[in-house]
């Protein structure tokens, strides 16, 4: 494959900006690769700046659940771009998709869009701080809640990518207030809820694991959260930003039947433009400015642009069918992977919800990050060259979750188990 305007590109980036990326993961380090320049995508395909094709199981982190240029977001951007692009005033846009996502997720009564999905973690761990008067927060390890400072503690993603423990630039007594606890281990939780209950704002948790790999919640993990939660009288935050209206219309929290008492959304709502959004009980969420006296602000939130590439995303979610189909594909795509390192003698553990995927070179199960972490990196970084060569599109790290958008179609699923077959073999 050619890769030379890459090549080009990236040797120009690295003297322009750092690693030449605007992001770590993408600068595929830790693969032992460097990055794809992307010219364009359409459909389930991302194009480099070479013109090579190949198969995007990344869908820019998992907002392109519809694939890439879907029609009707197109459309629906088009047609704000006619009329401008940012007010810094209130839009009839940002009423629309309020109440599709109050309507969609019923622990959420009010929300509050943001840009980002580390703003919306960093602000609804601000508001469960004014709330409850108190001041540390619960995490989990190999949850990452985006790059605010509190929250870069034993976090996954591009820390976990990386193997860095947190960020030197975070004042030891930012973090000195923030727990992290094995992910899934209920035992743990509660004793710390015994401790230390009282002088808990917040547990924050991304209920479906998807920046270690992708963990599911095991048990009653999120029960007890929530449990323990009401017992400590401190509110339970879910991140969905990855899983929000991609599990399932209602996110993680209806798929596993929690209530929790805010809820962070990203990616998807965005329709792939840059938003997020915090929301919750109307008690809590009064609380904010100006209806209340915590203050949060962004003159680019709710921007136009960005809340029709959401509506209209929200529209074509809500089609009957549209999630069992995505279910159908994503269960075709686990078992063709899992079927082609069978076949190749080779010991992989696959984890899936919905269409998040998670394929650890680890014996496995793997309920924790620790058990993520016994994955073999080395192998991993192999097939993620051997999948790449072959057309396929995967994220450059162990601890990042695969997407299947409802764009991806039988023959691509083929073609992907097919290379999946081939890379066992050469790996
Ligand atoms: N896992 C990250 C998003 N949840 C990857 C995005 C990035 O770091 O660029």
């Not at 010219?39 to 907002?63: C, F, L, Q």
């Not at 949850?143 to 503690?153: I, K, N, W």
């Not at 109307?282 to 709710?302: C, F, N, R």
Request: hydrophobic share 40%; aromatic share 8%.
């Amino acid at each position: 494959m050619n890769r030379k305007t890459s090549d080009t590109l990236y040797r120009k980036a690295l003297s322009l900006m750092p690693g030449g990326v605007n992001s770590p993961v993408r600068a595929c380090r830790s693969v032992g690769a460097d990055p794809l320049f992307i010219k364009s995508a359409e459909g389930s395909r991302i194009v480099d700046a070479d013109g090579n094709a190949y198969i995007d199981y990344v869908g820019s982190w998992g907002p392109m659940i519809l694939g890439h240029r879907h029609p009707a977001v197109v459309d629906s951007i088009r047609q704000v771009l006619e009329k401008g692009t940012s007010f810094g005033a209130p839009t009839q846009l940002e009423v629309e998709l309020a109440e599709m996502v109050v309507e969609a997720v019923p622990s959420v009564q009010m929300v509050r869009m943001v840009n980002s999905g580390t703003e919306a973690t960093m602000s609804a761990i601000r508001l469960a701080r004014g709330v409850t008067g108190r001041e540390a927060i619960v995490k989990f390890d190999g949850c990452y809640h985006g790059h605010a400072d509190s929250l870069l503690v034993e976090a996954g993603s591009g820390v976990a990518t990386l193997g860095i423990p947190g960020s030197p630039g975070v004042p030891g007594s930012f973090v000195a207030q923030t727990y992290s606890l094995p992910y899934n281990d209920t035992e743990a939780i509660k004793q710390l809820m015994v401790r230390q209950g009282n002088g808990i704002a917040a547990v924050i948790v991304e209920p479906v694991a998807g920046n270690m790999g992708l963990v599911a919640p095991a048990g009653n993990f999120l029960q007890t959260l929530r449990d323990e939660c009401s017992r400590s009288r401190c509110l339970l935050i879910f991140d969905e930003v990855m899983t929000g209206f991609r599990v399932a219309y209602g996110g993680a929290q209806s798929l596993y039947d929690i209530s929790p008492d805010l809820t962070c959304f990203g990616k998807i709502i965005g329709g792939g433009l840059p938003v997020g959004a915090y929301g919750g009980r109307k008690d809590i969420m009064e609380q904010v400015a100006p209806s209340g006296s915590i203050y949060q602000a962004g003159t680019l939130s709710g921007n136009p642009v960005a809340m029709a590439a959401g509506i209209a995303t929200l529209r074509e979610l809500k089609k009957p069918g549209f999630y069992s189909q995505l279910e159908e594909k994503s269960r075709i795509l686990a078992d063709g992977l899992q079927t082609a390192a069978e076949k190749a003698g080779r010991s992989v553990s696959l984890n899936r919800v919905g269409s998040m995927l998670g394929m650890f070179f680890a014996r496995g199960p793997v309920h924790s990050f620790a058990d993520a972490k016994t994955s073999d990196l080395e192998t991993f970084s192999s097939y993620y060259r051997q999948m790449l060569s072959r057309g396929i599109y995967l994220a450059p790290s162990q601890f990042e979750a695969l997407f299947v958008s409802a764009a991806h179609s039988a023959d691509d699923l083929q073609a992907t188990a097919d290379a999946a077959r081939a890379s066992f073999r050469a790996l």
